[in-house]
Each structure stands twice: as C-alpha cells, then as structure tokens.
C-alpha cells in the first residue's frame, strides 16, 4: 500500500524559505513510471499544482511560482523535498504531496499525502 | 480565477440527481482526460473519477462522470448525505504545461 507523509515546519517568516518533505512508502521515488507532485490550497481556496519531478531529476513546474521553487529527491531517504523561496503571506496554504503517472496522459492524483498547513508570519 | 469553472455550490435532496460541471478550453478539458476529487472538510483530496468516467476501486456506482467539447461534469444519483464535500475537476493544459483545477464546487444535502 502506497503511503505519502508530509512534513516540515509549520511557521516560516516572510522573505524566508519554506521546506517540506514527503515521505513515500510502497513505492519507489526514483521510478520514472510516477510523477511526484506538490500541490496547495490556501485555506477557504481551491487547489494549485506548484510542480513535479519524476526519474529523480526531470521537473516540471508552474510558471506562477517557478522563480521561487525546487522540488528534488533524496533517493536514500525515499522522500522528495519542495522548497519554496522569498514567502509572503500569500504562500500561507496546505501543502499536499501526491503521486500520478505521466500528466500528458492526463493521469490522476491517485495518491495523496494528508497535508501540512504552514503559516507565513514574523 | 480558476482556469477551469466550476459552480460555487449544487445541493439537492437525499435519493436526488445532482450535476456539477466543470467548463475549461482546447488546451485542457479539449484534448485531456478530467479527473474528479472529492474532498471533507480537513482533509486530503480523494480521486473519485479519472479518464472523464472511470471509477476507482471502492469509490460508488452513483458517482459517475461525463465530457463533451471543453466541458465535463461530475453527477451523484442516489444522493446521500454522507456526499456533502467540495468536488474539484482538474486536467492537464498542454499549453501551459500545468495542472489546472476548478474552483471547486461545494455539495449540500439538504
């Protein structure tokens, strides 16, 4: 059974970067069948894709937050990582992990993480 | 602003038909399958149709979805109260290369 575990600090200060982690288990991170993806939704909003990556390296992310964001992957540690930089209070969201097959085929979300709310405040 | 358009809220009684659809363009709902999320209050978003209108294991026969053109739309027969939940459409736009989503549309059983 595949598993997604979101974690990292919960209170970042404006202009710093925000780090959360994904943990996955049941299924290999490094695979390039799946896409690993962030996702985020502001509280009361609807959802925002932020990026992918898949085989380890390849990327893909949304152009509205492009400049600020890298997703990587700590294979030895099976969990792919998002940074998020320069926050404002806009990026005040719960930040979901979730895992699909290739979005060209418009496959779905299949998987998801339970979420991490994350405040931006000083 | 959504890129693809959803109604804000449908409600109907229980045993009751509800449609919610999703509108989008050429570049998404035109040329990729739409996926549906179901999703409670403090919790993740749950897949409920994928590909316009297959059924994940476990998810139940009276959700069912359909697509015509750039427009898809998600219907509960059989409406339950245990339906109450925000759903969200959501395909890829293979011009702007993203994920896009609809703004989710609110499910009241009254």
């Known amino acids: 059974q595949v598993q997604l575990q979101e974690s990292g600090p919960g209170l970042v200060k404006p202009s710093e970067t925000l780090s959360l982690t994904c943990s996955v288990s049941g299924a290999s991170v490094t695979s390039s069948s799946y896409y690993w993806s962030w996702i985020r939704q502001p509280p009361g909003k609807g959802l925002e894709w932020i990026g992918y990556?898949?085989?380890?390296?390849?990327?893909n992310y949304n152009p509205s937050l492009k400049s600020r964001v890298t997703i990587s992957v700590d294979t030895s540690k099976k969990q792919f990582s998002l940074k998020l930089r320069s926050v404002t209070a806009a990026d005040r969201a719960v930040y979901y992990c979730?895992?699909?097959?290739?979005?060209?085929?418009?496959?779905?979300?299949?998987?998801w993480g339970q979420g991490a709310m994350v405040t931006v405040s000083s | 602003q959504s890129v693809l358009t959803q109604p804000p809220s449908v409600s109907g009684t229980p045993g009751q038909r509800v449609t919610i659809s999703c509108s989008g363009s050429?570049?998404?709902?035109?040329?990729?399958?739409v996926n549906w999320y179901q999703q409670f209050p403090g919790t993740a978003p749950k897949l409920v149709i994928y590909s316009d209108d297959q059924r994940p294991s476990g998810v139940p026969d009276r959700f069912s979805g359909s697509k015509s053109g750039t427009s898809a739309s998600l219907a509960i027969s059989g409406l339950q109260s245990e339906d109450e939940a925000d759903y969200y459409c959501a395909a890829w736009d293979d011009s702007l290369n993203v994920w896009v989503f609809g703004g989710g549309t609110k499910v009241t059983v009254l």
């Open positions: 979730a895992r699909s097959l290739s979005p060209y085929g418009g496959h779905a979300f299949d998987i």
């Open positions: 050429s570049s998404n709902i035109g040329i990729s399958p």
């Open positions: 990556i898949y085989a380890s390296e390849r990327t």
